[in-house]
């Protein structure tokens, strides 16, 4: 036990620090022993910026409730004893502290969730079921750091250990095997031995995880720093979820590729989409799309699995340096909410050349100066073409024909020249 509370006096803690004093001096009040726990605790020792707060207590969530009747408190896991007390901050929003009764758990028959919970009245019990030793840790004002399985240290060595048994904290829940690899690629951490040996060997566990908490997790990892890395060196274990990842066991293309990771923005779908393209390289398939097949795999979202289908069959997709060809892929990117610059990227990453590269970008300005988007930047409608004396289909074949004479004949996008040519069509 450290005494003292000097590490969290952090910048990036502010309200968070006198809410957590508040929730625990409201509890010892009423006779509870409450702490500082988990990932908020590891947060503020390695200055990380801290999102949520994490308290654990003696109190049973009735008890809770009733400690503190006179603010908001949600049932937010109710089964495993959790419920989020919510405080107003200083800046007029809202702190929500998730408050969560002492526990112990019993066999993981789904690997998924305990079969059982048990309440104790023992923050070393509770710190004891913990998957890592850096997310065992609890902080309390007057008693200081709470650390029986050394987390700190394993914390200042940047080391990734279990908690106990490894193989016993990844048979419990197989989600913890992802979850290490996310906290490896986030916080730059090698995994200790014993950890990774059991973690590999516990893979196949994976495949009884839900997509939706294998999603969670991934998009963390995928966003981090040193996602590359970890896909590079644990692209096995990846593949009990995504089977497509068995495209990475070229380790010269691995080697090569996935490095790039970090240059991409930490977006999902923009990682997403650049992982989609190596895969469509380095497997033979019978998928129309192997982003789409990747994004039902995670069940991603329709909208973001549509955007990152858009980016990556773009970016490994040849099409001429034309405006015509140039206007459609960036009519199909503007429809998903994507710009040609973020297809660009891609392409340059997946090592199309870099002359290739400039004549695109040169079209796709051009097209910008001239305000061209589609048939919409004509400055001309159908209703235009219909006094004319066009009717159905022909309607809409004018404006095509008008608008790629526009592209790629120079026809001068004003109503008077487009009307002047329009009379030249069949109607």
């Keep these: 036990m450290l005494p003292g509370s000097d590490d969290f006096r952090a910048g990036s803690v502010k309200s968070y620090y006198d809410a957590a004093r508040y929730c625990i001096e409201e509890l010892e009040a009423n006779s509870f022993e409450a702490y500082v726990v ?131 904290r990844f048979r419990e829940d197989a989600l913890r095997i992802l979850r290490t690899l996310r906290l490896a690629a986030e916080m730059g951490f090698l995994i200790e031995k014993h950890t990774e040996d059991a973690l590999i060997a516990a893979r196949e566990r994976l495949a009884l995880v839900a997509a939706e908490r294998l999603y969670v997790e991934w998009a963390r990892l995928i966003t981090a720093a040193e996602a590359g890395q970890i896909i590079n060196k644990y692209w096995q274990v990846i593949t009990i979820f995504l089977p497509e990842f068995s495209a990475f066991s070229d380790s010269v293309s691995r080697e090569k590729y996935l490095p790039r990771l970090k240059l991409l923005p930490a977006r999902f779908a923009d990682r997403m989409a650049y992982l989609a393209a190596l895969v469509s390289r380095g497997i033979s398939t019978n998928l129309i799309s192997p982003a789409l097949s990747l994004c039902q795999s995670l069940k991603c979202p329709k909208k973001l699995a549509q955007e990152i289908v858009c980016l990556s069959e773009g970016a490994v997709t040849a099409f001429p340096p034309d405006k015509l060809s140039v206007d459609r892929v960036r009519q199909q990117l503007a429809a998903s909410g994507r710009s040609f610059d973020d297809l660009l990227l891609l392409k340059s990453l997946l090592g199309q050349a870099q002359e290739d590269i400039e004549e695109l970008r040169k079209i796709d300005q051009e097209l910008s100066l001239a305000n061209l988007h589609g048939l919409q930047s004509l400055d001309i409608s159908g209703e235009d073409l219909v006094k004319l004396g066009f009717r159905g289909k022909a309607v809409g074949s004018a404006l095509n024909k008008l608008y790629e004479a526009v592209l790629c004949d120079g026809l001068a996008n004003h109503k008077d020249s487009l009307l002047a040519r329009a009379r030249t069509y069949p109607k």
């Excluded at 990932?39 to 109190?59: C, E, F, M, Q, Y």
């Excluded at 908001?72 to 959790?82: A, F």
């Excluded at 240290?153 to 908690?163: M, S």
């Design 38 to 168: 988990g990932g908020t605790v590891r947060d503020i020792l390695s200055g990380r910026k801290v999102s949520d707060l994490d308290i654990a207590t003696s109190a049973r969530p009735d008890q809770v409730h009733k400690v503190f009747s006179g603010c908001r408190v949600v049932d937010t896991g109710i089964k495993h004893g959790t419920v989020t007390l919510i405080l107003p901050a200083d800046d007029a929003g809202k702190l929500h502290l998730e408050i969560t009764t002492y526990r112990l758990e019993s066999a993981y028959s789904d690997a998924r969730h305990p079969d059982q919970v048990e309440f104790t009245d023992s923050i070393e019990e509770d710190l004891a079921r913990r998957d890592l030793t850096i997310n065992a840790m609890a902080w309390h004002p007057q008693r200081g750091l709470l650390d029986p399985y050394g987390g700190k240290n394993d914390l200042e060595a940047g080391v990734l250990r279990a908690v106990g048994l490894p193989e016993e």
